[in-house]
């Protein structure tokens, strides 16, 4: 995979030559395009459909961008631009996931005191959140992760899903009120 | 990029602030972009979209392929063979053929009687053993006759559902004694219990490796290791829900989750979690051919494939008990459709319908060179593949 990376004999490139040379089919301009934008997609991703499936997500996302690049209008906004298919694609998978939904579990643990290994433990608390965050709608999901991970203000987390800001309040308010209803009965049981 | 400082926004709960924050932090796997690149290299150049034809770019990009061979599904999407992303494992819609549009699946070589209330659990040492339910008996059976060799009570207690879980290590016959929470080792020379061990657990599935013996009690939520030649209790796992099916390969100890949608990695050694998988939920069990895991269960979910170099479920079939006759999997449906499936793909290669005299079961166990299945007449029948 060497052969792919930038070669720094090209020298730099602004972001719309980049874009140029991508559109043209020049996958090296495409690669130094997006690169910058990996570790911001992943973290997205992994927020949206937890870690074990944000690869997939994210690939998707390189995948529908190279797809996709000759109807980026403004090459400035590529930040955004790849941020919106990577929560079109996560929100298809979560979709997807609640039509095939999984059983809520009982994190209640096994009895015995001698001889325990405990690495389960925050495996059980990291689940009781993904459980919250799982039965949240791919929406109000969204809204959090857009304006919690990743810093987004709520006009910007509008932009992104398409949505009237006043929209995306109502729905960052019912997230955070299921996300407690969900920790609290987690932490009764 | 979760600045705590921040306090102009309605505060997250605490966890989901952490756990999001973790995630905030993950590094990207290294090879993210290059699996990303290698699946752009296969596809058409883009285009530019022309105005009079609207939709142009899109219908040029748009290659998804979703391969559904007869019964049975690989989860492809417009990747190249071998690009290692995963889609999402989500259940297909399958529509398995008609039995009588596949070639027989064996032939039936024989039918015996058995005791009313077993059904076969284990085939080792020449015998097949017939479990029951309640009360914890082994059944040692002659599979070429029919006939009993031996009864073992394992407890006298009432025990608890899934219990008993026989497994063989080569040299002793080991099963659960489930009511008492003990084990038990049996020498198949004499069908007699040697030695009986508490292990405060029921195994609902056992692996015996010669040294060490795993169960998993998926009521109580542990895994549990004992060591073969002592009984102790080497370690004891809480797992934060039920703890299924089991399998060990090179990679480490898998442990499938029965009531979410998990397939854990752990260490054997250290128990330390390796890797956390998403599979369909409500698995069992987990069979181990080459580098793929057969995962089965019940409540309607999948039986999958998961390919372990690939590290993703890579294929779907049915609702079915999967077996491994001479490392081929076959199923066996819960209203009696005992199907030879493709090792890669689980499409359906031949098929017989088997009269379970009304029991809503997958009772199927592989021999070496044979399949036996128990019905709800109390008979046993074998199937020369």
């Known amino acids: 995979m060497s052969g792919r990376h930038a070669d720094p004999r090209e020298g730099a490139t602004t972001v719309d030559g980049l874009v140029r040379r991508a559109r043209d089919g020049d996958l090296r301009a495409f690669e130094q395009l997006v690169e910058p934008h990996l570790a911001r997609l992943y973290g997205l991703a992994a927020g949206m459909v937890g870690p074990e499936e944000a690869r997939d997500v994210a690939q998707d996302t390189l995948v529908s961008a190279w797809r996709e690049l000759p109807r980026l209008n403004r090459a400035d906004r590529l930040d955004a631009w790849l941020r919106s298919i990577l929560m079109n694609r996560a929100r298809n998978v979560l979709r997807a996931r609640r039509r095939h939904p999984a059983i809520p579990f009982d994190p209640a643990i096994g009895h015995g005191d001698a001889l325990h290994h405990e690495p389960m433990s925050a495996l059980a608390g990291r689940w009781a959140v993904e459980e919250a965050l799982g039965r949240l709608r791919p929406d109000e999901r969204a809204v959090v992760v857009l304006h919690y991970l990743a810093d987004l203000p709520l006009r910007e987390v509008a932009t992104t899903l398409g949505l009237r800001e006043g929209t995306v309040k109502s729905r960052l308010h019912a997230a955070l009120q299921r996300l407690r209803v969900a920790l609290a009965a987690e932490e009764a049981s | ?385």
């Open chain 2, 1 to 385: 990029m979760i600045d705590p400082r921040r306090d102009d926004r309605e505060r997250l709960p605490e966890p989901v602030r952490d756990y999001l924050g973790e995630l905030g932090r993950l590094e990207p796997p290294a090879d993210l972009l290059d699996g990303a690149l290698d699946r752009i290299a296969a596809l058409p150049a883009p285009r530019r979209p022309f105005p009079w034809v609207r939709g142009a770019a899109l219908a040029a990009g748009a290659v998804a392929v979703a391969v559904v061979v007869v019964g049975g599904g690989l989860l492809t999407d417009d990747r190249p063979p071998g690009a290692s992303a995963s889609p999402v494992p989500t259940p297909l819609e399958l529509s398995p053929p008609p039995l009588d549009a596949l070639p027989a699946a064996g032939t039936v070589e024989a039918t015996f009687p058995i005791p009313p209330g077993t059904a076969p659990a284990l085939h080792a040492h020449g015998s097949l053993w017939l479990t029951s339910d309640p009360p914890a008996t082994l059944t040692r059976v002659d599979p070429a006759t029919g006939d009993v060799l031996a009864t073992i009570e394992l407890s006298t207690l009432t025990a608890r559902r899934y219990n008993t879980a026989p497994v063989s290590d080569g040299r002793w016959i080991w099963a659960s004694a489930g009511g008492d929470e003990t084990i038990v080792r049996i020498d198949p020379q004499t069908n007699e219990i040697v030695d009986r061990y508490p292990v405060e657990a029921a195994g609902y599935q056992m692996l015996a490796t010669g040294t060490d013996v795993w169960m998993t009690d998926f009521e109580l939520n542990v895994l549990v290791r004992i060591d073969a030649d002592t009984g102790a209790v080497i370690s004891r796992t809480r797992m934060p829900i039920g703890p299924a099916g089991i399998a060990l390969t090179d990679e480490g100890l898998w442990v499938s989750i029965w009531n979410a949608p998990r397939l854990l990695l752990f260490d054997p050694d250290t128990m330390e979690q390796l890797a956390e998988y998403r599979i369909a939920e409500n698995s069992i069990k987990v069979e181990v051919s080459g580098d793929s895991l057969y995962i089965s269960g019940n409540a309607g979910r999948p039986a999958e494939r998961f390919s372990i170099p690939e590290r993703r479920v890579v294929a779907q079939t049915e609702e079915m008990n999967v077996v491994l006759l001479a490392d081929r999997p076959w199923g066996m449906t819960f209203d009696g459709r005992l199907v030879r499936l493709d090792p890669a793909t689980l499409a359906w290669q031949a098929g017989r319908q088997v009269d379970m005299a009304g029991c809503d079961c997958d009772s199927l166990v592989a021999g070496t060179d044979r399949l036996y299945i128990g019905t709800g007449a109390a008979e046993l029948v074998v199937i020369a593949p």
